[in-house]
């Protein structure tokens, strides 16, 4: 595991919690995918299909966020990824969908919902460069 050279100790660190986070949830997709299929909306196809795909995704963008090569992928993946799961956090307040034995609170599952612009916003800041440049290969200089 390697981070960019001048990438400052906070964002490196909040780059292993993310990454540590996407992993251990997308493997929970597949350990146990039933309380994920609860929350698709119905209006979707193969909600176990789609619960197991966004496992996927989760563990590759926490392991990209890694590698240095596809760390800016991963992290833009990521935001995508955010994106296409909101109807599931959408659908689970509206429908106060338990996932579990443990009941959460209607409440929180509102504010699941505004949660989910940080998590888009934490992504899309991994993805850029520190001074807010978006990180790649430079062009050659002509």
């Not at 350990?31 to 197991?52: G, M, Q, Y």
Request: net charge positive; aromatic share 8%; proline share 10%.
């Amino acid at each position: 595991m390697s981070f960019p050279e001048g990438e400052s100790r906070p964002k490196s660190a909040v780059r292993l919690l993310v990454a540590v986070a996407m992993v251990a949830i997308g493997v929970a997709h597949f350990a146990n995918p039933e309380p994920f299929v609860k929350i698709v909306p119905a209006w979707l196809p193969a909600p176990t299909a789609l619960v197991l795909l966004s496992g996927l995704f989760e563990v590759l963008g926490g392991v990209g966020l890694l590698v240095a090569r596809v760390r800016v992928a991963a992290a833009w993946g990521l935001v995508a990824l955010y994106v296409a799961v909101f109807p599931a956090n959408v659908n689970m307040a509206l429908h106060e969908i338990q996932l579990g034995a443990s009941p959460i609170p209607v409440w929180a599952m509102w504010a699941r919902l505004p949660l989910q612009l940080v998590f888009v916003a934490t992504a899309a800041w991994l993805a850029r460069g520190e001074r807010g440049a978006a990180r790649g290969p430079l062009p050659p200089r002509q």
